[in-house]
């Protein structure tokens, strides 16, 4: 059986949607796809969230959803039973993490503090979200860990932007990020799902060449 590819290795940027009404998942999700954005993760903060990951696996093949803010085992189920393919946390705990685990899907979770990264090193789990990312100490924090804990690779969320993702992007050990910023509210509002796809479309090329 073929190992499913790493969720840092989907796109350069994995959109995080927080989505109220489930009936604007599919068009939102092809916006993305169609801007080169095919990995999205669809927080689980709202009652639509479910709904919203059922709908974009179904309906958007070409799409790999995936659920963000999983915060206990009850979730991980939620999120799989809906069809995530992925599944992201903003921390972690031992119950959470043996869940995830069991899930039989990819999975990143949070970190925010060396010892954080060396204990899910210790499990065997080198592939993690950093967040709260620029709160928690940013570019310069990532940078510090490429030498001592080079097998950590990460996917910073929080407070990433169109004008700092290249930033983040560069680093040997940085996958892709998380981000809000090709998913502006007054657009989600007006269902303007072509902006959206324009955005989409910058935000994939972030990644720096050369």
Do not use: H
Request: aromatic share 4%; with cysteine.
């Amino acid at each position: 059986m073929t190992p499913a590819p790493s969720v840092l290795d989907l796109a350069p940027v994995i959109p995080v949607v927080v989505l109220e009404d489930a009936a604007d998942a599919v068009p939102l999700a092809r916006a993305l796809v169609a801007g080169g954005l095919p990995a999205i993760e669809v927080t689980l903060r709202t009652a639509a969230a479910p709904e919203a990951i059922r709908a974009i696996a179904d309906a958007v093949p070409e799409a790999v959803v995936g659920a963000g803010t999983v915060l206990g085992p009850e979730s991980v189920r939620t999120a799989v039973a809906a069809g995530a393919r992925f599944l992201v946390s903003p921390g972690w705990t031992d119950p959470l993490l043996d869940a995830m685990r069991a899930s039989g899907v990819p999975f990143l979770p949070g970190v925010s503090t060396v010892s954080e990264v060396m204990a899910l090193l210790e499990r065997g789990v080198t592939e993690m979200k950093f967040f709260p990312a620029e709160a928690a100490g940013g570019v310069g924090w990532l940078k510090s860990l490429a030498s001592p804990l080079p097998q950590a690779r990460f996917c910073p969320t929080g407070g990433v932007t169109a004008a700092n993702a290249a930033g983040y992007l560069a680093l040997p050990n940085v996958g892709c990020v998380g981000g809000t910023w090709m998913l502006p509210a007054d657009a989600l509002a007006a269902k303007d799902w072509e902006r959206v796809r324009a955005l989409a479309a910058e935000a994939s090329g972030a990644r720096p060449t050369g």
